[in-house]
C-alpha cells in the first residue's frame, strides 16, 4: 500500500473524530485530520532535537522542525500514533511521552489538530530516512530565534507548536 493509500482518522473543525479518509485524499482536499507530535528534549532540558525534512515529504518538504510525528491513523489514539511516529522517525523507544496540549493548525490546505507531547532523551537517534535528511541537538535560545524568524525554512506547524511551547513554558 502506498503511503497516499494510507487510512488516516478525519477530525472536525472542533477535534472531533468523524470517521476516516485516505491520506491522499486528506491532503488533496485539505479535509481536517490530527497528528501526534513529539518535542524531543535533553534529559537537561537545555535542547532540542531538530531535524531536516526529506525532500520527498508530501507536505513541507525540506523544511526543519523539531517535532517528531505523524498523521493520525484510522482508528489510533493520538497518544498512540506519538509513540509510534516517535520510534519510526527518530528510532527512540521506552520512553512516554507526556502530553503537553492541542495546538489547532488551519492555514489550508493544512488543516490540523496537533497533539503535542515531550520526552526527555540523550540516548541514540537512528533517522527513518524515508522521513529525516539530519538532524543535531540545538539549545532552546537559538531554536527559539529560528522559530520566530519568518525567513528560516521551519514547518509552518511546527513553528506554531513551538512558539506555543515558549509561550506555555519559558
Known amino acids: 500500500m502506498s503511503v497516499g493509500d494510507e487510512s488516516v482518522a478525519r477530525y472536525d473543525e472542533a477535534g472531533r473524530v468523524i470517521g476516516s479518509a485516505r491520506r491522499a485524499d486528506v491532503r488533496a482536499h485539505g479535509l481536517w485530520h490530527a497528528s501526534g507530535v513529539v518535542l524531543v528534549r535533553s534529559v537537561d532540558g537545555g535542547s532540542v532535537y531538530l531535524h531536516r525534512r526529506s525532500p520527498d515529504k508530501d507536505v513541507f518538504p525540506g523544511t526543519y522542525d523539531c517535532w517528531a510525528g505523524g498523521v493520525v491513523a484510522a482508528g489510533e489514539d493520538p497518544a498512540d500514533c506519538a509513540r509510534r511516529e516517535l520510534g519510526e522517525e527518530l528510532g527512540i523507544h521506552g520512553v512516554t511521552p507526556v502530553f503537553l496540549y492541542t495546538l489547532t493548525f488551519d492555514e489550508p490546505p493544512v488543516r490540523c ?42 514547518i509552518p506547524d511546527g513553528r506554531a507548536g513551538i512558539l506555543e511551547w515558549f509561550r506555555r513554558y519559558c
Open 113 to 154: 489538530h496537533n497533539h503535542a507531547y515531550e520526552v526527555r532523551w540523550d540516548g541514540p537517534i537512528a533517522h527513518q530516512p524515508e522521513e529525516i535528511v539530519d538532524g543535531r541537538w540545538i539549545p532552546l535560545g537559538e531554536l527559539r530565534s529560528m522559530a520566530e524568524d519568518p525567513a528560516s525554512p521551519f
